[in-house]
């Protein structure tokens, strides 16, 4: 009677109702749902030909694009676990992920392989090394595999709490760390963001957000559900999404902060060619009210900000538009659209509390740490139960960011705990100083750490990206910041840097600011 | 981490993040979440000192008042199981349903409470009777109960897999049976119902569906589980109705056929004063087109519509439209929408079977079962195995109901298989030849039923409810028949009827015309 709830079960739903309804685009390919399936289903038959059974980890290397995206199904549906690795590591992460998984097969796309070759030697548990797109030496070649398949495989139980995928952490300080999703939460998460967030057959989602990152923050699943359309883009810069957004009409689509700034800072000409209302998710850090504003007037397109952790699959808070957010002023709207917002009806229970694990208040000043517990949590670090025992062994998930809550029971994020700078005993929000720089017309991007300082312990420290063919002097932008906010915030030096250091998935990674400018000291 | 699958976690949610708003409207009287959780509470803690543990069974009898609709909150979250009993039935079946779930306390609307007391002395096993409106000689009074209760109570552990409520069936031919309905059931079903039919904080939802009707199919917690506003209302005609959309600027409403039928024939003044573009969600019997574009087209409302039964929590399709439908014709679009369409993304498999159960072909023609299996799919019959195996005992639940499948893969109900009438070897469809009677100008209700036929074996006979007023000849009645449909399918026989005999849920119960006019043989 009852089933495993499982997102596999939409592209069943899918391939028998909107069997005949275009799936996925990529490029010039074009599939329905029912020959999206039934490659799905011949890559599954061939991956038992090469022995993989239930339980086995699949390791993917690969950007956006169509063989990606059949990796979320072909893969779990013989009760296999797929490790989708953020492609934009290097051969030492790769090794470290693919033998920590465990994985017997590594497919990887056509500018993967090469990096794979590279630490071969050390990959002995690997039984298979598959070629994504196109024929390589001592690669088997995943059209040809899928070709000579049948799409008859043996479709093994499944339950709920079986593992689904293992994604690895970005690892800003430490190792990666393997978090392990179960069926369950994915489809928890895939339902939660159609409840918040609907999409029907009439809708096209475009895919930046990539796959690998939380898998792609389930609407690889998501977009299946709805019967929507996937427009993959394994590569892309402004003018090439507008561009394809108006080709495929799309409607949806979901961006890192890093891709909304660079749509919001795109030439005009570029933004000329986009069709109007778009909806645009956002989420990996808080996007600037500045942001926000420009992709909202400028595209008329609509943003929603979520928040999550890969370890809650990832969604544990949604901004939901309210009826009384209508009569806001623009500004004050955009404000409200930079906060993480409250809880899905799906995720469970998100709590901001203090060291004692009460609630702050809701005054919006208060900081404490996020944590979290529902259907959405990971089941754990993979062969880690240390780890897995320090971030949520009480029952609770610990985010390890800070945040505050307004009085509307909005939750917005003023730092990651230990991005939190403390000078002469106040805190500091990193975040929020950046939000206020970004204001300034010459500065594309910015971040703010806390730099040792005799006098205040800490203090805070900008290195600044600016727009290109723009400036401005150190004295111009500490006048800027005195004169838009609270003095003991102001940044006690600027540095002016030509990119920010990243993790993969588009993290500014401080630690790399504070490490490699550790010699500088606040005036 | 994970937690339990249950709609109690929506007022959880609720009341966090929408404690101030308007939760309940209920003629003069209004609550917010705060408020109303609050209630909740307060009658939880009275239950409890009445007695009542996990497991034990509390029943209702009782229109769509805002206690009633407390009931659904404050007795599972004790983790006793909620009887929510139509009102619209006799002394005869309370004793029997209150009998049967055992219930150890009963609650009764003010128009109830004579009923039960007239079977009183056999109704042993329960502890304690309510009055919901106010004292009444030998009740408890609720309200003075309310009050003088604690708003803390113990809170059990509740899995999803637990049961929440028993929701007798209407028997139109045999007795009553308990449908036992789950957590995790009536969660999927609220969900799902977002999902297709999604509400936000900013909807109000028109209580004319009755709450005792497959739990409001489910309404009673996706309501809350939006933050959106229950608006109630235990009494009703179509000025009523029209009345109050405006005046709360309800958004949203479910409808049984009946009064989707009633509000379609009402006069021109009273439809005048509605607003436009509520969503009308309706299911119970499949609406004729025409109803459905009188509804849209004079009204601008829209219609949706879903099937299910009482043991499927109830929805198991819905007619979701699709963007090929915007091109149709108003009168191909209003076909479309009496289909009862596809399976919803959360409620399971849904297919149309043939003896042999195999999946009947999309040609719109060949007639099936709908037989159906998922997390929505009841747990059993109370206390009745036998009924529970014949109906699911093979993992499908065997919902009775003939069906053709449409060449997009949508389902339409042609009949209860019961109701199929078989003349000179052709199966006839009595719900299309309803349809196409009820495009008659003077005809406001119809109902078709097999009478025994020498000649045919069975032939269709026709009672027809007239519009006031108004009238046709049986000659009339057939040429019309004659002109719109294949010969064989025409009524052999027309008889007028004040009224059709309904079920409490307002479902025809053709067995009592077949019965109360066996004497009628076809000509």
Same mark, same amino acid.
């Given at each position: ?326 009569? $806001?002023?623009?500004? !004050?709207?955009?404000?409200?659209? +930079?906060?993480? %917002? #409250?809880?899905?009806?799906?995720? *469970? @229970? ?86 206020? $720089?970004?204001?300034? !017309?010459?500065?594309?991007?910015? +971040?703010?750490? %806390? #730099?040792?300082?005799?006098?205040? *312990? @800490? ?65």
């Amino acid at each position: 009677m009852e089933v495993p709830l499982t997102p596999l079960d939409f592209l069943r739903r899918a391939r028998k109702l909107h069997g005949a309804r275009e799936a996925v685009v990529d490029g010039g390919e074009r599939w329905s749902y029912e020959e999206f399936g039934t490659r799905c289903d011949r890559w599954s038959s061939a991956l038992q030909r090469l022995g993989v059974t239930q339980g086995d980890r699949v390791a993917y290397i690969a950007p956006n694009t169509h063989r990606q995206l059949e990796s979320f199904y072909a893969v779990p549906q013989i009760g296999a676990v797929l490790v989708p690795i953020n492609f934009r590591l290097v051969p030492d992460d790769f090794r470290y992920m693919i033998q920590h998984s465990g994985a017997k097969i590594v497919c990887a796309g056509a500018d993967h392989t090469a990096a794979v070759d590279s630490i071969r030697g050390d990959l002995k548990d690997v039984e298979h090394f598959v070629s994504l797109d196109g024929p390589r030496d001592g690669w088997l070649d995943y059209e040809s595999l899928l070709k000579d398949a049948s799409a008859a495989f043996d479709r093994p139980s499944i339950g709920e709490r079986d593992l689904l995928t293992i994604n690895y952490t970005s690892g800003t300080t430490s190792r990666p760390k393997g978090v392990m999703i179960t069926h369950r939460n994915a489809w928890m998460n895939s339902v939660g963001m159609l409840m918040h967030w609907p999409m029907t057959p009439g809708d096209a989602y475009l895919w930046t957000l990539p796959m690998f990152h939380a898998n792609g923050w389930t609407f690889t699943w998501s977009v299946t559900a709805a019967g929507a359309k996937h427009v993959c883009l394994p590569k892309f810069d402004a003018p090439t999404i507008f561009k394809i957004v108006a080709k495929e009409q799309v409607t949806r689509m979901c961006a890192a902060p890093t891709v909304l700034i660079m749509l919001a800072n795109a030439p005009a000409e570029a933004k000329a060619l986009a069709p109007k209302g778009v909806g645009v998710m956002t989420a990996g850090a808080p996007p600037a009210a500045v942001t926000i504003q420009r992709i909202e007037e400028e595209l008329g397109w609509s943003i929603i900000q979520i928040y999550g952790l890969t370890e809650t699959a990832p969604g544990i808070s949604i901004c939901e538009p309210l009826p009384e957010h209508r009569a $806001l002023s623009k500004d !004050d709207r955009a404000k409200i659209k +930079a906060r993480q %917002g #409250v809880e899905f009806i799906t995720s *469970g @229970e998100l709590r901001v509390v203090d060291d004692q694990r009460r609630d702050v208040p809701r005054d919006g000043k208060t900081p404490g740490e996020i944590i979290a517990r529902g259907n959405v949590v990971m089941a754990g670090y993979y062969n880690d139960p240390d780890a897995t025992a320090k971030c949520m062994g009480d029952g609770w998930f610990k985010s390890g960011d800070a945040a505050v809550v307004h009085p509307d029971g909005y939750v917005q994020i003023t730092d990651r705990l230990k991005d939190v700078i403390i000078s002469g005993g106040e805190n500091i929000s990193s975040v929020e100083v950046e939000a206020m $720089l970004l204001r300034h !017309d010459a500065i594309q991007e910015v +971040a703010v750490v %806390g #730099v040792p300082s005799e006098k205040w *312990g @800490e203090s805070p420290h900008a290195f600044v990206v600016f727009k290109t063919g723009q400036s401005a002097t150190p004295e111009a932008l500490r006048q800027f910041c005195r004169d838009n906010m609270a003095h003991f915030k102001v940044p006690h030096g600027f540095t002016p840097i030509g990119e920010l250091p990243k993790t993969a998935t588009g993290k500014i990674q401080k630690f790399v600011l504070r490490k490699g400018r550790a010699n500088i000291t606040a005036q």
